[in-house]
Every structure is written in structure tokens, then in C-alpha cells.
């Protein structure tokens, strides 16, 4: 029970903070997309959903190659921030914001792409500046879509496997998530462990997505 609990804890806080990670850089690039054309905007749009349909586990070689020790982000982060990334807990949030950052991007544009533009033009012949108009009418206007994003962003964070099994590895008390949880517990054949950790998995991304498409379908006042 003090396992299941702590497993949860840890999965919760997880997908909590890569949510808070991606939202400032998805908002933001979901903006751009929804908004504005630019030289490569297509290029990008195919970078961002690239781990959407390659598998998790390419995407978590990926993510070794460039934060390991003798990756040239992780040789970085360790020689000039004093910061280890690989086989940590920092390396499953990590690997659940990469994986969750293209089903936030998609929502925030989505959102974005809904938003009036008549409405930021009146705010800007009113005297707002481009910056006052996206604060005060762009964003409120989409809150909800951007919500929902977020709620689903979270969501696909609880559930990831094949990146973090890759980047984190699958620690006891330091990297094992719920998912990683149900696949250790199965190879070590205690099949009861696993089916509570499953109920628990079942009922928090029953719980996110319900929420998600409950922002997704209110109509915005």
C-alpha cells in the first residue's frame, strides 16, 4: 500500500511539473502557428508531432543520445550546471514533457485558431498594444482550450512508458512511475501488485480525459 501510494505521489508530481514545464514554450508556439506564417512553419509543425507517431522508445533513444553524459546537451548540463539528467527522476519529467509537449501545441492552436481576430484588431484601434491585446482578450478567449490542452498534456504525462523506460531506466524509489510500475511488477510476477497500480492508472486518466473534453465542449461566455 505505502509502494502504491508513493508510485502514485511520484506519477502525480511528475505529470504535474512536465505539464508546468511545456506550458509557457506550447502556448507560445501554439500562438505562432495559429497566428502567424512564417518560413518553416511546416517543418516545425512535423518536428513538434514527430513523437506522436514514432515509437516512444525511438523518441527516448533520441533523448539519451543528446542528454547522456557524451550527448551534447547532457555533457552540458553536467559540466557547466552541475546537473545529471539520465537515469534520474529529472530524466522521467523530462521524457513526459517531450511526449506530452505535441498534444499541448495542438490544443493551444486549436484554441487559439478560435479566437475572433476581430476582437484583438478592436483592441488594438482602441490603443492596446499588441502585448496588452494578447493579455487581455487573445488569451481569455482561448482559456479553455488551453485548459482542456493542459489537461490532456497531463493526462498523456501519467501514462508514459516507452521514452522514460529508456532515458530514466526503472529505479525502485527513484524513477518508477505508474506505467513502469505495471511492467515491473509483471516481470517480477506479482500480477495482484500490478492490477492495483493498473486500477490506478485506469482511474486518473479516466478522470483527466473527462475533464478534458468537458473544457473542450463548454462553449466560452
Wanted: charged share 15%; aromatic share 8%.
Amino acid at each position: 500500500m505505502g509502494d502504491l501510494l508513493d508510485i502514485t505521489l511520484f506519477t502525480l508530481g511528475v505529470a504535474l511539473l512536465s505539464t508546468l514545464l511545456i506550458l509557457p514554450p506550447g502556448v507560445a508556439l501554439g500562438w505562432l502557428l495559429a497566428r502567424r506564417a512564417w518560413p518553416g512553419k511546416v517543418l516545425v509543425e512535423t518536428l513538434v508531432a514527430l513523437p506522436l507517431v514514432i515509437p516512444p522508445v525511438a523518441t527516448g533513444l533520441i533523448l539519451l543520445k543528446l542528454f547522456g553524459r557524451r550527448g551534447p546537451l547532457g555533457r552540458f548540463f553536467e559540466e557547466v550546471l552541475g546537473v545529471e539528467i539520465v537515469f534520474t527522476w529529472k530524466a522521467v519529467v523530462l521524457a513526459s514533457a517531450v511526449m506530452a509537449f505535441p498534444m499541448l501545441v495542438r490544443a493551444a492552436r486549436v484554441a487559439f485558431e478560435e479566437v475572433n481576430p476581430r476582437l484583438e484588431e478592436t483592441a488594438r484601434t482602441l490603443g492596446a498594444s499588441a502585448w496588452d491585446a494578447f493579455w487581455s482578450v487573445t488569451l481569455p478567449s482561448a482559456r479553455r482550450g488551453l485548459l482542456a490542452g493542459c489537461v490532456l498534456a497531463f493526462a498523456r504525462a501519467l501514462g508514459e512508458f516507452g521514452a522514460t523506460v529508456m532515458l530514466a531506466g526503472m529505479i525502485p524509489g527513484e524513477t518508477i512511475t505508474l506505467a513502469l510500475g505495471i511492467y515491473h511488477e509483471v516481470q517480477l510476477g506479482r500480477d495482484e501488485a500490478a492490477f492495483g497500480l493498473v486500477l490506478v492508472s485506469v482511474a486518473l486518466a479516466f478522470v483527466a480525459l473527462w475533464a478534458s473534453e468537458r473544457l473542450a465542449r463548454r462553449r466560452p461566455v
